[in-house]
């Protein structure tokens, strides 16, 4: 029984389809992250963001979570290499020339690339803000801090575009992984696959554009106003209170 | 085909061709010039002609598969400047005619790419993957007693008209030279909707699916990105729902069978 489910989990349909649920644990991920940073416009100086974070970080269950979030994204990575890797041996030898008349667009055969650029991001992103060591002003004034800087507001968006295009092609491909298409649903699906990728890339870029346009002079005169306040920040903190910034906050 | 030396009206062409002597042999790009050729020929009536013209002048014809040349066998097929089966939609290259092309064009003729289809010679392909695939459960086992009564065994309108679209399949392969990827998902989807949609093909339908997408990795080929090149390229336009299908039958076979 368990060589069966073994099979089916390491088929090729199989492991479509473990991609397919991944793929759609992480967009809920995603949603939730994004419905979390956006309390960063709520306008109180980053409070209502900090306080966020701290109920996020003071929950125990949270490095549960975090194994868990860590386990989706490491299926997804692996499964997707392993999948392009295969995908090239299937045709040694290359056409001279090639047309496409599929439904292929370039969010179609950038996966792997708009891929691995959201890994690399995601690296980046996590040191940010969940290795590195907690500011005494807090999570939000280290978010404002990076997208201060040019190079880091970009970095974010480059992480943030790759993953809109990956969404765009992911999200109806997903549903045709798991075998769910319909001449009814379907041209639903692809057109909510678009909204969502078109939303949570837009939604994610609100920060940094947000800190660009509107408030580098806010960003100073909030630091005091939000302070140290969270008993939680020690002044290096690796324990678990650092070590917790967030679920919401980090992998994207 | 005597139009062969007769460079009077007809079309001119430039035949880029991929020659190999074998299976062993690395293989190259040749260039051949050919003139009146009618617009009215299939485009295996041209290579006739080229094949004639070669043979006359003591050199190797252009191997090619054919055998119905009318759209039915799945016999044909190459990449004509890309394109699986050529340039037209729902088109075999047997039913493909020069028409489509341009006076004066130059072509690139290859051999349909894929590790499950190896080169034998110039065009032709090894494609016995696609019989092993359906060696491992692509029919339906039945005696074959005398005739039952008709509508004894009752079917849905719609289900006999998807498994009908899906029975369609000419087993050419051009859903696996057209994916990035030379997936065979289209082709066996096709058989999965094909027979599991229908009443006789119930006692075996889990099996089926199980053993086909086995042996269709077992060969080498790829795994579905949802490309959808295969639909595209398709001759009788099988539409991608059959790859849907052939995951969920697959994945509820794989959750659910017992034995
Ligand atoms: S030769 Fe039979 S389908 Fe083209």
Redesign the interface.
Known sequence: MNNRLFALATSSIGRKALMALTGLGLIGFLVVHLAGNLTLLAGSDGAAFNSYARTIESNPLLPLAEVGLAALFLAHIVLGIRQAAGNREARPVGYRQFQSHGNRKVSTSSMLVTGLIVLVFLVVHISDFRLAARHPQGLAYMVHERMRQPLGAAVYLLGVGALGVHLWHAFQSLFQSLGLRHPRYSPLIDKAGRGLAVLLALGFAVLPVYTWVASPAKAAAKAPAESTSSAVSGPHDSSPAAATPSVTKEPR | MSADHAPSSGMRLTL?IWRQSGPADAGR?ETYHLDGISPDMSFLEMLDVLNVRLEREGREPVAFDHDCREGICGSCGV?I???AHGPE?ETATCQLHMRSFADGAAL?I?PF????FPVLKDLVLDRSAFDRIIAAGGFISANTGCAVDANSTPVAKSDAELSMDAAQCIGCGACVA?C????AMLFVGAKIAHLGLLPQGQPERSKRVLAM??Q??AE??????????????CPKAIS??N?????????RA??T?RD
Do not use: H, Q, W
């Open positions: 880029n790009m990449m400047d890309g394109n939609a690139t290859e790419r894929a590790k499950g057209a990035p990827n030379a997936a997408a086995r269709m990795e080498g080929f790829g795994s579905c990105s949802n490309y959808y090149e295969c639909e595209a390229a991608v729902e790859i849907a299908r052939l995951n969920r039958d697959y994945l794989g959750l069978t």
